[in-house]
Nanobody
Framework: VQLQASGGGSVQAGGSLRLSCAVSGRTLSHYGMGWFRQAPGLEREFVAGITGSGDITRYVDSVKGRFTISRDGAENRLYLQMINLKPEDSAVYYC????????????????????WGQGTQVTVSS
């Protein structure tokens, strides 16, 4: 499984960005997928996850109500829509995929994800 993240950039606080992750090599129905982020000097943080079934999502508290994760099975893509961005959202964002025995399993830790994209930088200025 290969993942390619894109869509990062620089925006002012309150702005929006949509991250995209193109996935190749497998169909995604048995892969939980997620977005993580890592700011300088900090550990990689789980941001959002979605199950293989596509109907179960989870978010870190700091982004609830502002970020939306979604997946397109037909195009093998994962998205993260981000609105009302804050300076503390600035980080390198990574998409990830991990195989699951059930399409309804949620993966939330780095160790559960085997496949990672290269990261895309998001910078939010105040």
């Amino acid at each position: 499984v290969q993942l390619q993240a894109s869509g990062g950039g620089s925006v002012q606080a309150g702005g929006s960005l949509r991250l995209s992750c193109a996935v190749s090599g497998r169909t995604l129905s048995h892969y939980g997928m997620g977005w993580f982020r890592q700011a300088p000097g900090l550990e990689r943080e789980f941001v959002a996850g979605i199950t293989g079934s596509g109907d179960i999502t989870r978010y870190v508290d700091s982004v609830k109500g502002r970020f939306t994760i979604s997946r397109d099975g037909a195009e093998n893509r994962l998205y993260l829509q981000m609105i009302n961005l804050k300076p503390e959202d600035s980080a390198v964002y990574y998409c990830a995929a991990g195989w699951t025995s059930s399409t309804r399993v949620m993966l939330t830790t780095s160790a559960q994800y085997r496949h990672w994209g290269q990261g895309t930088q998001v910078t939010v200025s105040s």
